[in-house]
């Protein structure tokens, strides 16, 4: 369309008076035609070499003739053409026209695009200008010209874009520099000039991080077990010193339910002191049993609050958890104490006044045994004599568990005792139709009392041959570990009842019919007069006493 305008504009420069004289000349309109296209035809090629691919012509109105065509076709130039032709349609319309040719017998049938544009001289219409051009070529040069134009909206867009975009950046750098700001205090300094609005929120960022940070540490520097739970009673956070207390790491406990820390039979109390804080109460001192990773039992006081969100909405469960085991040790340590106090005061008491009439009776009998006219009650005399051996055993019992002097202590070797007593002790399992392994390690000397230390081994032994049936194995094992002698005691017996092991070492408490509930109790105070403690290991497959003695000790009454 841009060329078929220039083609008139330079069409009308040159409509000077030599073409005028060539209309008012006396000449046929051939003449007349050829004069005007020497004119113009130079015009045509000068344009159809820079628009190889177009079709330019000029027709005249006035000779009924194509007075210039480019490129130069001489058979078509000088040549009428029908009014049907499309060019015609600007001499209808006195307008610009552009019509389109899908089956153009010049272009090898191929689609044309034709714009026609009236040529008119002093507003009267003389001929119409046409350039056609293929289709394809039309649509490749759109193409192209759209591709320039959107090249260059690119250009225009991509200026915005980087400004955008370095502003992008500067926000960017600033809300990352004010996201560290926040968590790591005072490290990094933000520029607040670019954004001010931001200031008040940094400060109370600040202040809220600073609190968190207090309560952290607080947290993890804890000796108290902190935790915390979901709705769901699932760990979502466990301090290092619950770590240490119920051996779990943090990998191991996050996202276990908080029952894996229950005893056996003790999920259903666990859960109900928590959906208690679920509903709203809070738990103070509470003591339960915990189980730790091992299986180890302790006593925990727990203190337990619910957590909740800005609404006021309960989303979880915080607890604090503090270790009393051997504050619950000490308390039954002092109640047995207590009872050994009473019954010492006791067996001081009445020892010497039973034992003496004891003593003339025991002897009558083994005088009226050994009658001759009474040898057929014999056994009736020994039964009588074992009783009462048995009942000064009690008094020795009562009179050890009253000793208040200091205990005599020599040097001797742990395992030169057991030695001395295997034999005995492997009779006694002979005679259970049971067997005893012995595993000593390498101990060295150190200050005991040999008497006591040999009544503690003897009632261990016998307690755990008691525990088992015909067949079962004990095994007794020394050892050194922490600069204490460590002699354990382990049967394959069906395990100590928990109601049972609660009360264990106190005076009678007895599960034989014709014990006296003494012999762990003066065990017990044997092991303590020595310095030294007393464990229980229990379970259905077997019950193992582990005693610990100091190589090194101050003294005790």
């Not at 005995?424 to 008497?451: H, R, S």
Request: glycine share 6%; proline share 4%; charged share 25%.
């Amino acid at each position: 369309m841009s060329l078929t305008v220039r083609l008139n504009i330079d069409l009308k420069n040159l409509y000077s008076e030599d073409i005028e004289k060539v209309d008012l000349a006396n000449r046929s309109n051939q003449e007349k035609a050829l004069a005007l296209n020497a004119i113009i035809q130079p015009l045509f090629d000068d344009f159809s070499k820079q628009y190889p691919n177009y079709c330019l012509g000029y027709y005249d109105n006035r000779f009924k003739l194509i007075a210039a065509q480019a490129p130069n076709l001489k058979p078509f130039i000088l040549q009428p053409i029908t009014e049907s032709d499309i060019c015609f349609v600007s001499n209808e319309s006195d307008k610009l026209e552009i019509v389109e040719n899908t089956n153009s017998v010049g272009w090898n049938r191929k689609g044309t695009i034709s714009v026609t544009l009236p040529f008119s001289v002093d507003n009267i219409l003389i001929g119409h200008i046409w350039a056609t051009t293929k289709t394809d070529d039309v649509y490749q040069s759109v193409f192209e010209y759209s591709i320039g134009v959107l090249g260059f909206l690119a250009v225009l867009l991509f200026i915005p874009y980087k400004i955008a975009m370095f502003v992008i950046r500067k926000l960017r750098t600033q809300l990352s520099s004010f996201a560290e700001s926040i968590l790591q205090d005072d490290s990094v300094q933000i520029d607040t000039q670019i954004l001010p609005e931001l200031n008040p929120l940094l400060t109370a960022a600040k202040v809220h991080s600073q609190q968190f940070r207090t309560y952290e540490a607080i947290v993890r520097n804890s000796n108290d077990s902190i935790t915390s739970i979901d709705l769901d009673y699932r760990i979502k956070s466990i301090n290092p010193a619950g770590q240490k207390m119920y051996g779990y790491n943090a990998t191991e406990a996050l996202g276990q339910e908080i029952f894996i820390l229950a005893v056996p039979g003790g999920i259903s109390e666990l859960k109900e002191v928590l959906d208690r804080v679920k509903s709203g109460e809070e738990i103070l001192g509470y003591d339960m049993k915990r189980r730790k990773k091992d299986g180890k039992v302790i006593d925990v006081s727990s203190s337990i609050t619910p957590i909740r969100d800005d609404q006021g909405q309960i989303i979880g469960l915080m607890g604090i958890h503090r270790d009393i085991t051997e504050r619950k040790q000490m308390e039954a340590e002092m109640k047995r104490l207590d009872g050994l106090n009473l019954i010492g005061k006791m067996a001081a008491s009445i020892a010497h006044e039973i034992r003496n009439p004891m003593t003339t009776v025991r002897g009558f009998l083994q005088l009226l045994g050994s009658k001759p006219k009474l040898l057929d009650h014999k056994n009736y005399f020994e039964l009588m004599i074992e009783e009462l051996d048995r009942a000064n055993t009690i008094i020795t019992e009562f009179l050890s568990l009253s000793r208040s002097t200091p205990i005599e202590l020599n040097i001797h070797n742990l395992n030169t005792i057991l030695s001395k007593l295997l034999p005995m002790l492997q009779a006694d399992a002979l005679k259970n139709e049971q067997n005893i392994v012995v595993e000593l390690e390498e101990i060295p000397t150190f200050e005991l009392n040999e008497q006591e230390i040999r009544q503690v081994i003897l009632n261990l032994v016998r307690n755990g041959f008691e525990a088992m049936v015909a067949g079962g194995v004990l095994t007794i094992k020394t050892y050194l570990e922490n600069n204490q002698a460590v002699i354990t005691f382990r049967d394959q017996g069906s395990g100590i009842a928990p109601e049972v092991l609660q009360d264990i070492g106190k005076p009678f408490l007895t599960t034989k019919e014709n014990g006296t509930g003494l012999g762990l109790t003066v065990s017990y105070n044997i092991v303590h007069r020595h310095g030294g403690t007393i464990n229980i290991e229990t379970s259905s497959k077997g019950t193992t006493f582990v005693i610990k003695l100091p190589l090194k000790r101050t003294l005790e009454s």
